[in-house]
């Protein structure tokens, strides 16, 4: 087993087997003070802390160690969380609101049901459930979120979109070979060059998407909309399901 494999199958149990928050509930004012004595050589200790239900709205995380906190239903609107390892932290019906979560990396975390739109995920490597999500006018450009087939020991680990909202995302140049997208909203989405390799995007609504160049290749299609869909140098080589009507370009 590879290191790589190694590391991934110890987060995973590491998450089933301790409790998240190894510390009480802690307040927006404690976690400013914490912040404001951290740097890049000392950040701040917010580890497997318990941060539920709290408004952190604005904050500036980048000096922060929030590996796997537990933030359900907090408010993260607008804060910096650019360049963070956010692996194992629980984002179950978070808000991230406008927030910068550019070039982070989200593995083994549940984002279901949260509003993250207008966020930007640029950049970002993202393994996670995310049913329900809404992901309108997110800038989720240049991403990976496909699953890695070297690493899959304890079954698929995928990006799953399913019932996800993402009208008017930016997903151009990203990466979500594998991923679940059933039933997503990609409603006037921007997906020029994605590569969909393989997804399952059965009963996905992409009116108005920007489809070109895109890779939908070996990609589940079955009663997806594609009205007035730029489609322009888009591959189905072997999609089933693949629109009405197209001719291979």
Excluded: C
């Excluded at 110890?10 to 510390?23: C, N």
């Excluded at 990006?159 to 039933?183: E, P």
């Amino acid at each position: 087993m590879n290191l790589a494999k190694k590391t991934l199958t110890m987060l995973l149990v590491l998450a089933i087997s301790y409790p998240l928050a190894q510390a009480g509930e802690m307040t927006r004012q404690q976690v400013e003070q914490l912040l404001a004595k951290a740097d890049k050589q000392h950040p701040a200790p917010l580890r497997r802390k318990d941060l539920t239900d709290l408004d952190l709205s604005g904050l500036d995380f980048r000096n922060a160690d929030l590996w796997g906190a537990d933030l359900r239903r907090s408010n993260l609107s607008q804060a910096n969380l650019a360049n963070l390892n956010l692996d194992l932290t629980v984002m179950t019906n978070i808000k991230l609101v406008g927030a910068d979560l550019s070039n982070s990396s989200i593995f083994g975390v549940s984002l279901m049901h949260a509003d993250a739109s207008n966020a930007n995920f640029s950049g970002s490597r993202v393994i996670a459930v995310m049913e329900g999500a809404n992901f309108s006018n997110a800038n989720i450009s240049n991403a990976d979120w496909a699953a890695d087939m070297k690493n899959q020991s304890m079954g698929l680990m995928r990006a799953n979109l399913k019932g996800a909202n993402l009208t008017g995302a930016n997903l151009s140049n990203t990466k979500l070979g594998r991923a679940m997208l059933k039933h997503a909203k990609l409603i006037n989405a921007n997906l020029q060059n994605a590569d969909l390799y393989s997804a399952d995007m059965d009963g996905a609504d992409m009116t108005n998407a920007d489809l070109s160049g895109a890779n939908f290749a070996e990609t589940k299609l079955h009663d997806v909309k594609f009205k007035n869909a730029n489609t322009q140098g888009t591959r189905f080589d072997g999609a089933k399901h693949k629109p009405a009507g197209f001719v291979s370009q």
